[in-house]
Every structure is written in structure tokens, then in C-alpha cells.
């Protein structure tokens, strides 16, 4: 399995811009579901953004659709998340994680993966 490793998260104002990005070492993507997950302190671990089986579709949570984007660069073995218009409620650790098998109706699901970063930690706050 690769290793995905996360970076990119820090401080940032309402309404600035971070570009997350989560390289993976030791086996590329392929036609993997990458994901990107956020945990804030307190809550459930929620779903942000996904391609599907590498790339074939995008989806988006509602609470992110139009400001943030999920990206790949295949020869990078990276995928990215730039996040625009930031708010104070967009403040969670972010997780990438990979799925060899998904199936679309779960994708939403963090049980569905089986191949995560360590998470990086981002802060919307003035």
C-alpha cells in the first residue's frame, strides 16, 4: 500500500486561500477513489471531496462545492485540495485517503477506505 503524506495546512484569514496537497510513495494511484476527509475537534469525521476510481468523476460536499477543488498530477503521484474562500467553520484536520475498490454510493464513507495520511491541520480564524 502507499504511504500518503499530507501537507499544506496552516493558519489562514476568512476568506483567504491553502492548497492541500497528499503525495503518495510506494505504489501509484492508478484507478484508485482518492478522498478528502476533515475531522474537527468534536465531530464525526466528514467527507470534502473525492475522484472516483482515479479521476473518472469528481464530487464535492455541498458545504465546499464552488470553493474548493480536487486535483491530481499523475506524475507527481499527488493529489491536491485548493480551498478558496475560506471560513472559520472549514477550520478540521484534513485527511487524504485512497480506496482500491469503491464503489460510488460509498465514497462518502471513511469505513469505505483503507489508506490514510496522518492529516494535516488547517485553521480559518483572524
Known amino acids: 500500500q502507499a504511504q500518503l503524506v499530507e501537507s499544506g495546512g496552516g493558519l489562514v484569514q476568512p476568506g483567504g486561500s491553502l492548497r492541500l496537497s497528499c503525495a503518495a510513495s510506494?505504489?501509484?494511484?492508478?484507478?484508485?477513489?482518492m478522498t478528502w476527509f476533515r475531522q474537527a475537534p468534536g465531530k464525526e469525521r466528514e467527507f470534502v471531496a473525492s475522484?472516483?476510481?482515479?479521476?473518472?468523476?469528481?464530487h464535492y460536499a455541498d458545504s465546499v462545492k464552488g470553493r474548493f477543488t480536487i486535483s491530481k498530477d499523475n506524475a507527481k503521484n499527488t493529489i491536491y485540495l485548493q480551498m478558496n474562500s475560506l471560513k472559520p467553520e472549514d477550520t478540521a484536520v484534513y485527511y487524504c485517503?485512497?480506496?482500491?475498490?469503491?464503489?460510488?454510493?460509498?465514497?462518502?464513507?471513511?469505513?469505505?477506505?483503507?489508506?490514510w495520511g496522518q492529516g494535516t491541520q488547517v485553521t480559518v480564524s483572524s
Open positions: 485517503a485512497t480506496a482500491g475498490r469503491a464503489i460510488l454510493s460509498s465514497i462518502g464513507r471513511a469505513d469505505a477506505y483503507d489508506n
Open positions: 475522484l472516483f476510481r482515479g479521476g473518472s468523476s469528481t
Open positions: 510506494g505504489q501509484t494511484f492508478g484507478r484508485s477513489t
